[in-house]
């Protein structure tokens, strides 16, 4: 528990503080435990605590009024427990966001800025429900964070999307209709990627990350174009400033305001005196209408507005006299309702409450420091000489607060206005001349005038009149000048407003407008005019007028003067003196870029600072500006004239519009920075750099940052920071603040108080912050006057800057709410900064990781620095965040200048341009990489701070390998002289004194070559590899040795250091190949030059020669990185050389010659490459351990990458080659595996002709499986052949497919067809397609094949020689003729038997074509035959002399014969067929011949060696049950030795298994053999004159594969040998045993492959008997069951009474059908799904254990079925199974079934079931 308590003391630790004084001591919040995040609003604060509990502190307003001192924060108890993850606080109320992403509210809600209807107070957090009710069903919206605003609040999704609440334009959502009680999300970002979001006062920012332009030209929402060109002449203007309102239009009254309903909350109703329309909306004109909205003359309606005469109307406005009404006061209470409206009860608000007491009002004065060192504003520092700075607009702070809110104080009332009219036409005039110097004299003059006026009128009233405010206005788009008197004027201020039309002098009195807001614009104000007319030559001065310091300005302003003391009566040093000259009041780039006088205001802000220092002889310089901004109507500044885009870099110029890009550039704004290249992000993990900040809301102060102060109601991107790598935004009261990855800090907005810590114009745009030199910022915060920033120095320990309000004294104090704090009340010591100082008390707090702004309080969060742990992590950061900013630096001072250089191509040439290309982009990665690493450091600070999570260590390879790609970038462009050739280009950049390269560089030498320097910066960055280690080793000292983190630590750290160590290596190889180049330059040598090659070694000092050289010549070895470089004719000295080659070292194997000769003292090296080996001699023994150390660490990193290694480089190794003296592969190009010079394994070889061979080789030939091409000159195409090589020669089972079409597959031997193969010739629909497969001998037909002639018909299965058909054979062709006999050189002749479809057989002698010729029988299918000598043609008929017979002629009772025929007898035999296929299996068991014992041990050897060459050369051509398979058969059998039951199992599970896959020989074997029957049997050959044949070739693969296992298992028994059973039997089949028999070992494998084309044969064979035994079933199951039955003769006794049906009995009625003896039926219907006659007599043998069950049944007792009982009853179970081709069954179980079967059990069955089919097949009903 101490060391808890220690640990909570330690780190999380907050520190509060208001302004900024000399006496000033931050105060310490104390809690129980660390603080993760904080908030603060205007007068609280809210801190979130790990364990997720939620405190609060300060003025607790919704909570009647509760205090909380800092010192004892208030638990929300509401929210323990429910894990709050993120805190915000708005003005007056809060937000809290848990784990699971559900949003807590609670505070001040009269706006909805809570999400709750029907509550103006939330006391407790409250459940705010955030649901998409767009989806269906509607979905909850996961929140990550939530920030608030003034009356509104943003809430970001998990889907990065962006919801708000509230009342305002502020929420960038469609509506007019405000409050908005319920989260809506703002569809203007909808599909963006918003990473953070932020909310001011009444203005709102998000960070979007940003992804390429869109493809389409036109905007999604309003179709309009998103860029448009103007032609203008000598170049093309692009414009890309689109905005879109989204459908809501903006009004073109006052600049700034905001079109909303004014709606009051339910907690406060508002008067009937000040009642506002429900909808007050912009109206087409922009302008207000007579319900509160604009009218169309530009000028307010009667109820609420301006009156026609620019005066107020009888409703509540100035009357047109002048005077105030009546009913212009306010409501009888004196306060004002939160809607506008006044409250009858007289309650405020809290917001306005707390305003009206707690605010101090911000007093403001811009002007540029100087070189003055200290920032704190004083009479030396009052106005600037500086001509780029200028006093700007001033007035209340919060005069946008109130605006348009429809709130009214009495409090808080201020000034109000006069239009200016055209009704004077000389000003009008003189606003429409152009700028000149005689306009600015007369201006000038003018302003004294109207000055001395005024204070001479001061002077006559000081006794008359009593703090009567002078207002010299001009507002909207007047012309007129009037200068008007107001009722109860708390100030005097000169204001310009309207985009620089109004200009007004404001003196406010002290306690009128605390908080600095000025008085609400929509309420009635009442202004009497106390000055006479000026006359119209005074007042003729064009509309735009602004005011500027000149800039030899050494007076001030008299005190008399500015006060009106006078008029006010009350003392100089009590009235602050403030000018506000609007959007204008600002230097003007166009006229600076001009000559023009610069455009600026008299002052931003001359408050207390100005009345501390009165002086006499005032002078103000006035000067005009271009009128050219009057009259437009506009979204932003950058649309206002398209002129202006030509101006500065506001333009991209184009020589021709035909030349504009379609993909057109972001536009650059005045002081944009230039748009950055998007960058891919290298880790997406990491903090996006690619970003953009997007604004909406109010912009009256310019905190929109878009160069204007017209509001948005839909959020549109500030443009000028695209690129600028915005990785943080945050919003004060009325100015904004961005943050980037450099560093920088970017402000806009509000700068009275100069909380945007600088003083250049204009304020409307983002302005870069003025730090201090050596400053780098890494978070911010904003105030409500005021700016936070937090950095680094020179130090780790991060600094405080403070720019905005000051307080130099503390008289009177004043107790700060909720404290034990005092703060200073606005007095005449108020001060504010000209830019950010640094806080002195910072470096007591620790190590500070984040801060926040409020109100005037600053939060700072810090952690004590335990063990150097914190301090490692800040160092850690804070090293990143500087070398970033140094490469940026680099790469915006030296590398895109020398990018953009014409000249750079030119010098480099072609290769080093490109080089230099590649490593400005590497250098743009890396920088890339730098800054989201530095962005994600300091997220890392203010997280659980866990080291594993680095990440440095989680993504080191990123890193590593970064680097790596960038030290070789850079070396290679030093190697290749790039930094030599960089020279002239950067004399052009940089001039000749070169001051920002040895600046950059670092260089502390003066003389240093300028290549020097530039190798030099961009070798810099690799340094920080080394700063990398060492901070991993800091922090890994701050953990136990025995911890994970210092194990990951330690580890990063070794890496990273190996690294740096590496880089400084190559780095030193470069240097030296870069110098070894330079020494032995020339044409020679360049050709050796590439960018990778680095030098190692080389022999000029004659350490190594060549053996067996000849005397005179020279040979010069230089040993590169990459090559060994053999130069001949060599003259190192004159650098020249007649020749040389050059050995790569990936193909190169070098050993040592321990003993040349017996007597000489040489040292020698023998070198081998793929073509020619030599020896090398070293001059001495350490030469040559040098030389070969150096050639196998060089060979080695070759190889494997790594340059470090032991330097023993593989024997075996993949290379690359092109072979030049062979004369085989002369020119071909090799590359794949290597041993000792020779392509050994798999590779590639393509030869220049276009031959490629893909596949193994051996010792420098193709042996092994390879894919070849070989290209076909004559046809334009390629052979190809896929398949086994030896020796350099195709050799065994392959795949050729020829040029021609055809395909041969099959075996080879040398390059030729032998053995079996099928070929393939022309396609199915070809003319001349035919398939042949049998067996080859040197690339002919021989022996047995079957050839399938497709395009005739025909097939021919037979014996070949020399490609011809010769011997027996039997031909089938497509019209059913069969034909067998003998062949003579590919004719018929002899001796054969043909036979016709209608089985009218002719046998005897043929000649050619079919001819019958000679003597033969002709058989008619009825049993006639004519017997004689034959002579003709079948087509013109047969000559016969011989005798006829009729054999049914005597038998007149036979009506069919008997005669049957004949076929197969002049067939080739089965033994006879496919002798190549067993042959080839043979061979491959390593046996020529069959069944010889010795050579079986190598067939199971050999059988081991097919199966694991096979899985590894083709494994995608196995499927996942192969693989399974080929994993058991990788285990041997036991083979010899006695065959039990038990073994011949173990034999058959084997056999099968190996059947499955064709890497077996037994499964290729199998393969091959369904191959040739299916091609033998199918189409032409399925003829049922075959099925006998087909038949006795299935009995012969039986016979022959079991010779194989036998041979394989030399102890099982021949066929019909009987196997014992084992002992532990006890069945009768055990105990009689198994008889051997390829039937049942064999048959199962074999015949489920070839069952279909079999059956084929069966069905057509039994086509007749199936007829009539079909006929037949169809016609007797159309009896019933006992109609059946008793048809069939069965026993009534068996005939069922009743049968079950789903479980229940039914009684079997006369007409039942098909319900008797199911089981036994469904049972034999089995019998045509299995395929082996085994398997079909099962199905019979329980077809007739199912029909004996039921008949026991039916009869109760044990009965013993006799044949005469049984047969009917299998005759109707067969009737009813209604089988087809049951005769065909029958047949093939009679033809294959195991002849040990047939008198037992089974073949008594199976003689039933005969005999029901021949039953069946008889049987006649009458």
Not at 961 to 973: A, P, Q, W
Request: net charge negative.
């Amino acid at each position: 528990m101490m060391e808890e308590q220690k640990r909570y003391r330690e780190r999380g630790l907050l520190h509060l503080w208001r302004g900024y004084y000399s006496s000033v001591t931050p105060e310490r919040v104390l809690l129980s435990r660390p603080v993760l995040q904080a908030a603060l609003g205007i007068s609280h604060g809210i801190l979130l605590a790990e364990g997720g509990l939620v405190y609060s502190f300060g003025d607790l307003t919704w909570r009647q009024g509760l205090r909380v001192p800092p010192t004892y924060p208030l638990l929300e108890s509401v929210l323990s427990g429910q894990r709050v993850v993120s805190v915000a606080a708005g003005s007056f109320h809060c937000g809290a966001v848990t784990q699971e992403g559900a949003v807590y509210m609670w505070g001040e809600n009269s706006s909805g800025q809570c999400g709750l209807s029907e509550r103006g107070l939330v006391p407790d957090p409250s459940l705010v429900s955030t649901v998409d009710s767009e989806t269906v069903p509607p979905q909850i919206i996961r929140i990550l964070e939530v920030t608030c605003g003034e009356q509104h609040t943003l809430a970001l999704s998990a889907q990065h999307e962006v919801w708000a609440w509230g009342s305002g334009c502020q929420l960038g959502l469609v509506t007019s209709v405000f409050p908005v009680w319920r989260p809506q999300k703002v569809e203007h970002l909808a599909g963006k990627h918003v990473v953070q979001v932020a909310c001011g006062g009444y203005h709102s920012l998000a960070l979007v990350r940003r992804f390429p332009a869109p493809a389409t030209e036109k905007c999604d929402q309003c179709k309009e174009l998103l860029f448009f060109m103007v032609d203008k002449g000598d170049h093309v203007s692009i414009n890309d400033s689109h905005y879109c309102p989204l459908g809501v239009e903006l009004a073109d009254g006052k600049p700034g305001s905001c079109s909303r309903s004014r709606q009051a909350s339910p907690a406060r109703q508002a008067s009937p005196a000040r009642q506002a329309s429900p909808a007050r909306q912009a109206s087409p004109s922009g302008q207000a209408s007579p319900s509160g909205q604009a009218s169309p003359s530009g000028q307010a309606s009667p109820s609420g507005q301006a009156s026609p005469s620019g005066q107020a109307s009888p409703s509540g406005q100035a009357s047109p006299s002048g005077q105030a009404s009546p009913s212009g006061q306010a409501s009888p209470s004196g306060q004002a309702s939160p809607s506008g409206q006044a409250s009858p009860s007289g309650q405020a608000s809290l917001a306005q409450r707390h305003r009206a007491t707690a605010c101090p009002l911000s007093q403001a004065v811009s002007s540029d420091p100087g070189p003055d060192p200290d920032p704190i504003i004083g009479p030396e520092h009052l106005f600037s000489s500086d001509t780029d700075s200028s006093l700007r607009e001033s007035g209340s702070k919060e005069q946008t607060n109130r605006e348009d809110t429809g709130t009214s104080d009495p409090q808080r009332q201020g000034p109000g206005t006069l239009t200016e009219t055209d009704s004077n036409p000389a000003l009008t005039q003189a606003r429409r001349r152009p700028t000149s110097s005689t306009d600015e004299k007369e201006l000038k003059e003018l302003l004294k005038r109207t000055s001395d006026h005024v204070l001479s009128l001061s002077e006559q009233n000081d006794n008359d009149i009593t703090g009567i405010p002078i207002t010299l206005a001009n507002q909207t788009a007047g012309d007129s000048l009037t200068l008007a008197n107001q009722t109860a004027g708390d100030s005097l201020t000169l204001a310009s407003h309207s985009s620089g039309d109004l200009l007004t002098l404001v003196s406010h009195v002290p306690g009128q407008c605390l908080n600095g807001d000025l008085p609400d614009q929509d309420q009635a104000s009442t202004l009497t005019s106390y000055l006479p007319p000026q006359p119209t030559d005074d007042t003729a001065m064009a509309s735009g007028l602004s005011c500027s310091l000149p800039e030899n300005y050494t007076g001030a302003l008299t005190g008399r003067a500015l006060t009106g003391c006078a008029l006010t009566g009350c003392a100089a040093s009590a009235s602050p003196f403030e000018v506000n000259t609007g959007s204008t009041s600002s230097l003007c780039d166009s006229c600076q870029s001009e000559g023009r006088i610069p455009v600026a205001g008299l002052c931003e802000a001359l408050s207390g600072p100005v009345m501390a220092y009165r002086k006499t002889n005032q002078e103000v310089r006035l000067c005009m500006e271009e009128a050219s901004l009057q009259g437009k109507k506009c979204s932003s500044l950058t649309d206002i004239l398209l002129e202006e885009v030509t101006e500065g870099s506001r333009r991209h110029s184009l020589p021709l519009l035909s030349h504009a890009s379609p993909e057109l550039p972001g536009r650059r704004t005045a002081r944009s920075r230039p748009n950055v290249p998007r960058k891919e992000e290298v880790v997406e993990s990491l903090p996006t750099l690619n970003t953009e900040v997007w604004s909406w809301g109010r912009g009256q102060e310019g905190q929109l940052g878009h160069g204007d102060q017209l509001p948005r109601l839909q959020p549109l991107c500030i443009k000028s920071l695209n690129g600028e790598e915005v990785v943080k935004v945050a919003a004060g009261t009325h100015h904004s603040l961005a943050l980037t990855a450099q560093c920088q800090v970017f402000s806009w907005g509000n700068n009275r108080s100069g909380q945007l810590g600088h003083m250049n114009s204009p304020t409307t745009m983002p302005q870069q912050a003025k730090m201090s030199e050596g400053l780098r910022v890494w978070d911010l915060a904003a105030g409500q006057s005021h700016s936070l920033f937090l950095a680094d120095d020179e130090g780790c320990q991060p600094i405080l800057c403070y720019s905005g309000h000051q307080v130099m004294e503390t008289t009177p104090e004043n107790h700060i709410p909720g404290t034990g704090s005092t703060e200073s009340s606005p007095s005449i010591t108020d001060t504010y900064t000209l830019r950010p100082v640094l806080l002195p008390f910072c470096m007591n707090m620790g190590y500070i990781s984040s801060v926040y702004g409020g109100g005037q309080s600053c939060l700072a969060q810090a952690d004590l620095n335990v063990m150097g742990f914190i301090s490692a992590l800040h160092e850690l950061a804070a090293a990143d965040r500087k070398f970033y900013c140094r490469l940026r630096d680099i790469n915006k001072r030296v590398v895109s200048p020398l990018l953009r250089k014409e000249s750079v191509c030119t010098v480099l040439g072609q290769i080093s341009s490109l080089l230099f290309q590649s490593l400005a982009s590497s250098y743009s990665r890396l920088c890339h990489l730098t800054g989201q690493h530095s962005v994600s450091l300091t997220a890392f600070l203010r997280t659980d701070r866990d080291v594993k999570g680095l990440v440095i260590l989680k993504h080191a390879n990123t890193f590593l390998d970064l680097y790596k790609e960038y030290c070789g970038s850079v070396g290679n462009f030093l190697v290749m002289g790039g930094f030599q050739a960089l020279i002239k280009p950067s004399v052009e950049c940089f001039g000749k004194k070169l001051e920002v390269l040895r600046q950059l560089s670092e260089s502390s030498e003066d003389k240093v070559p300028l290549f020097d320097l530039l190798a030099l910066l961009f070798y810099s960055p690799i340094q920080h590899i080394h700063e990398y280690a060492r901070l991993l080793l800091k922090l890994a000292t701050c953990f136990d040795v025995s911890t994970v983190e210092y194990q990951r630590l330690q580890e990063g750290c070794s890496r990273y250091e190996e690294l740096s160590l590496s880089l400084r290596r190559k780095r030193k190889e470069a240097e030296r190949t870069n110098q070894f180049w330079r020494t032995y330059s020339g044409k020679t040598t360049d050709v050796l030059r590439k960018p990778q090659r680095r030098l190692v070694y080389d022999s000029s000092n004659k350490s190594l020669t060549l053996q067996n050289a000849g005397r005179f010549s020279v040979n010069w070895f230089i040993l590169f990185n990459d090559a060994l470089i053999h130069a001949q004719g060599t003259i190192p000295s004159k650098n020249f050389f007649s020749s040389h080659h050059v050995y790569s070292l990936a193909t190169l194997w070098v050993e040592p010659i321990t003993d040349i000769t017996a007597s000489s003292n040489l040292y020698g090296i023998k070198v081998t490459t793929p073509e020619e080996s030599f020896t090398l001699l070293a001059s001495s023994p350490q030469e040559k351990a040098k030389w070969l150390r150096a050639i196998n660490q060089a060979v080695e990193a070759v190889l494997t990458g790594e340059g470090s290694g032991p330097g023993v480089p593989a024997v075996s190794r993949t290379a690359s080659y092109i072979f030049y003296k062979d004369l085989r592969l002369k020119d071909a190009s090799y590359s794949g595996r290597w041993l000792s010079g020779k392509p050994h394994g798999k590779g590639t070889m393509k030869w220049p002709d276009g031959r490629k061979f893909t596949g193994t080789f051996k010792q420098g030939l193709e042996d092994g499986y390879g894919d070849c091409i070989l290209p076909n000159k004559l046809l334009n195409k390629s052979d190809r052949y896929q398949g086994h090589w030896r020796d350099g020669k195709m050799h065994g089972f392959g795949t050729y497919k020829y040029a021609t079409g055809q395909v041969y597959e099959g075996s080879f031997h040398e390059n030729v067809r032998q053995g079996h193969g099928m070929l393939s010739s022309g396609k199915l629909i070809g003319s001349s397609s035919s398939v042949f497969i049998g067996q080859w001998l040197q690339d002919k037909k021989m022996g047995y094949g079957v050839f399938d002639d497709i395009t005739r018909g025909e097939k021919y299965m037979g014996l070949w020689v020399d490609d011809q058909r010769q011997g027996s054979g039997v031909v089938i062709t497509q019209f059913g003729l069969y034909y067998e006999g003998t062949f003579s050189n590919n004719k018929m002749m002899g001796t054969g038997l043909l036979v016709s479809e209608d089985d009218t057989a002719f046998e005897g002698d043929f000649s050619e074509d079919w001819t019958p010729n000679g003597k033969g029988t002709l058989s008619m299918s009825n049993g006639d035959f004519i017997e004689g000598q034959f002579s003709g043609e079948w087509t013109s008929g047969l000559k016969i002399m011989g005798t006829y017979m009729k054999p049914s002629l005597y038998e007149p009772d036979k009506k069919e014969s008997t005669w049957v025929l004949e076929v197969g007898r002049l067939a080739v035999s089965p033994e006879q067929k496919w002798r190549a296929v067993f042959s080839e299996c043979w061979s491959t068991l390593g046996s020529e011949a069959p069944g010889q014992p010795e050579e079986r041990m190598r067939a199971w050897e050999n059988i081991a060696v097919t199966l694991t060459t096979g899985c590894r050369d083709s494994p995608e051509l196995l499927s996942r049950s192969q693989s399974r398979v080929l994993e058991k058969l990788q285990v041997i059998p036991l083979h010899t030795g006695l065959v039990t039951a038990g073994r011949y199992d173990v034999i058959r599970r084997y056999l099968t298994k190996a059947c499955e896959t064709p890497l077996h020989p037994l499964g290729g074997l199998l393969e091959t053999l369904v191959t040739v029957y299916r091609m033998t049997y199918i189409g032409v050959g399925s003829n049922r004159r075959l099925l006998q044949q087909a038949v006795e070739e299935i009995k012969s693969y039986l016979r022959r594969i079991l010779q194989l296992v036998r041979f394989l298992f030399p102890d099982l028994p021949e066929e019909g040998g009987v196997i014992h059973a084992d002992h532990k039997g006890s069945s009768e089949t055990d105990q009689q045993g198994l008889v051997v028999s390829s039937s049942t070992l064999l048959l199962p494998v074999l015949l489920p492959r070839l069952y279909p084309p079999l059956f084929t044969l069966y069905a057509l064979d039994k086509e007749r008997e199936e007829e009539v035994y079909w006929d037949c079933v169809l016609r007797l199951n159309k009896q019933p069951d006992l109609g059946l039955l008793a048809f069939l003769g069965v026993l009534q006794k068996f005939w069922p009474v009743s049968v079950s049906v789903l479980g229940e009995k039914q009684q079997v009625l006369p007409s039942t059908k098909d319900a008797c003896f199911v089981s036994a039926v469904e049972t034999l219907q089995q019998i045509s799904t299995t395929f082996t006659p085994s398997d079909k007599l099962q199905v019979i043998q329980r077809t007739f254990e199912e029909l004996t069950q039921e008949v026991r049944a039916l009869l109760e007792v044990n009965f013993l079925l006799s044949m005469d009982d049984l047969l009917p009853l299998f005759l109707y179970v067969v009737l009813r199974a209604r089988m087809r081709n049951l005769a065909a069954e029958v047949s093939l179980i009679e033809d294959l079934m195991d002849p040990s079967l047939q008198h037992g059990e089974l073949g008594l069955m199976f003689t039933t079931l005969k005999a029901c089919c021949f039953q069946i097949q008889q049987e006649k009903t009458t």
